[in-house]
């Protein structure tokens, strides 16, 4: 099944604890990305890779890194979490050519509290 | 930067009554108009979108408009079910695939009533 897998799905941690919230896809997309969703402030994106080793800053960058070292993984690492980080994550893909290139394929989502 | 606004936030309907949600859009450069769905506990998945050469489109019960003089689009669902509620995310971006930034509203939540 074509999917778009991230754990943890639910994690609470504290503050200053390093943390990486894994994203995988099987679709052998060359887009990838991640984005937060707070009440009321909808889908924010954070980072997108267009492909292997290219990373760019989406709307939301700070506090997190990012790395795409392989085509089919897209972590997101928060090096020193804080309280205002505690969201909703959700990673994504799509593929860059195709019928299907524009269709965004999401991840159920990571639910992240930083106390 | 693009900027889109979705209203209204939350919107109750009667089953059978029609529901629609507005989005507009800053940028003139975008082009592709997405419409997500996202169920409780999931993430969102694309319903039906909409290219700016286009006025309307239609699948089932579902039908987008594009305004793009007004820089406005819309999502209408006809005769909802209660499993039409959910909360609704538009989307604005250039259509060009190797456009790395999308765009999207707040989001707007649907609930039908039995």
């Known amino acids: 099944e074509a999917q778009v897998t991230q754990n943890p799905r639910y994690l609470i941690t504290v503050t200053g604890k390093k943390l990486t919230v894994t994203c995988s896809q099987n679709?052998?997309?060359?887009?990838m990305s991640w984005y937060r969703q707070d009440p009321g402030l909808g889908l924010r994106q954070i980072y997108y890779s267009m492909n292997v080793e290219v990373t760019d800053k989406g709307d939301v960058p700070e506090g997190y890194k990012v790395s795409r070292k392989e085509k089919r993984n897209f972590p997101l690492i928060l090096e020193s979490p804080s309280p205002n980080q505690t969201s909703l994550y959700f990673c994504?893909?799509?593929?860059?050519?195709?019928?299907?290139?524009?269709?965004?394929?999401f991840g159920a989502g990571s639910r992240l509290t930083v106390l | 930067g693009e900027n889109v606004e979705q209203h209204p936030s939350t919107l109750s309907v009667q089953e059978g009554d029609s529901a629609v949600i507005k989005c507009t859009y800053s940028d003139s450069a975008s082009n592709y108009f997405p419409w997500y769905k996202q169920e409780l506990g999931k993430g969102p998945q694309l319903i039906i979108d909409?290219?700016?050469?286009?006025g309307e489109k239609k699948d089932q019960r579902i039908a987008v408009t594009l305004n793009k003089t007004a820089k406005h689009f819309s999502l209408h669902i006809t005769e909802t079910q209660p499993e039409d509620s959910a909360v609704y995310f538009c989307a604005a971006s250039p259509y060009n695939t190797n456009a790395g930034k999308s765009t999207f509203g707040d989001g707007t939540t649907l609930t039908v009533k039995p």
């Open positions: 994504a893909s799509r593929s860059l050519a195709g019928s299907g290139a524009n269709v965004l394929t």
């Open positions: 679709m052998n997309h060359e887009y």
């Open positions: 909409i290219r700016s050469n286009v």
